[in-house]
C-alpha cells in the first residue's frame, strides 16, 4: 500500500533535475539527474591545507599556495564540497537569488560523506556569513544560514545573529583585489563577544571566491576572542583549480 502512495505521489507530483530541470525517475534520493551529477566536480586532494585550493598534480601533494604564503589567512583552513561550474553554478544561483530551496537535501546528503569534512572537526560554534539588513530584506533568507541549517539540522551550535554586517557593500563580484579588501572594510562586527571567547567557529557561506569575505570574518571573529576559524562553503570558484 505504502509503494502504491510513492508511486502515485511522484506521478501526481513528479521530481525534476535541480540542474537541467528533466523529469527523474520515481523518489529519487539526489535530485540530479545521472547525465548532470556526473558534471558535478567534488573537491579533494591534494590542495592548500589552508584556503583549499586544488592541484591538479597529485605528485604534489598538500602544500600552502603561493597566495597563503604571501598573506597568511586569519582563518585556519577552509573546505568546500564542489568546484563552481556548471551545472552547480546554475543551481546555486536559483538558490540564492531566486529562493529555489529544494537543492538543500541534496548538498546536505553530498556533505555528509564528504571525507573533507573530517578536517573542521572540535566546532564549538557554526556561524553563517551575515547579510547586511537591507539585503536581507530584499532577498528575503540569508543563503548561508539556509546552508547551515540544512547541513547541521536542529544544531544548536548555529549561532546566526553573533556575527552581524554593519553596513551595506557593494557586490564582491564588482571588484578584485585591494578592492575587494577595501569594500569590506569595518562591514562586520561581532555582537556578545564573550560567545566566542576560546572556540573554535565554523564559518559558513555558499561559495569561496578569493575568501576576502570569510577572511575578513574571521579576522573579526579572532580579534573577539575565538580561537580558531575555519570555514566551509558549498563550492570554490574554477579560477582557483589549476
Known sequence: MRRFFTALLDLLLPSFCLACEKP?????????????????????????????????????????????????????????????????????????????????????????????????????????????????????FNQALLLARALFPKDRRIVPDLLVRTRPTEPQTSFN???????????????????FAGKNILLIDDVFTTGTTVNECARVLKKAGAAEVMVLTLARVKEDYY
Not at 598534480?57 to 577552509?78: E, I, K, N, Q, Y
Not at 562586520?188 to 564573550?194: D, M
Open 24 to 140: 527523474l525517475g520515481s523518489a529519487p534520493e539526489l535530485l540530479f539527474c545521472p547525465d548532470c551529477l556526473t558534471r558535478l566536480t567534488f573537491i579533494h586532494s591534494p590542495l592548500c591545507p589552508c584556503c583549499g585550493r586544488v592541484y591538479l598534480v597529485a605528485a604534489a601533494g598538500d602544500h600552502l599556495c603561493g597566495a597563503c604564503l604571501a598573506a597568511p589567512r586569519h582563518f585556519t583552513r577552509a573546505r568546500a564540497l564542489f568546484l563552481y561550474e556548471e551545472p552547480l553554478k546554475e543551481v546555486i544561483h536559483r538558490f540564492k537569488y531566486q529562493g529555489k530551496t529544494a537543492c538543500l537535501p541534496s548538498f546536505a546528503r553530498f556533505a555528509k560523506n564528504h571525507p573533507l569534512l573530517a578536517d573542521l572537526e572540535g566546532v564549538d560554534r557554526i556561524v553563517p556569513v551575515p547579510l547586511h539588513p537591507s539585503r536581507l530584506r530584499e532577498r528575503g
Open 177 to 195: 583585489g585591494t578592492a575587494r579588501r577595501a569594500n569590506l572594510k569595518n562591514a562586520f562586527e561581532v555582537v556578545k563577544p564573550h560567545r
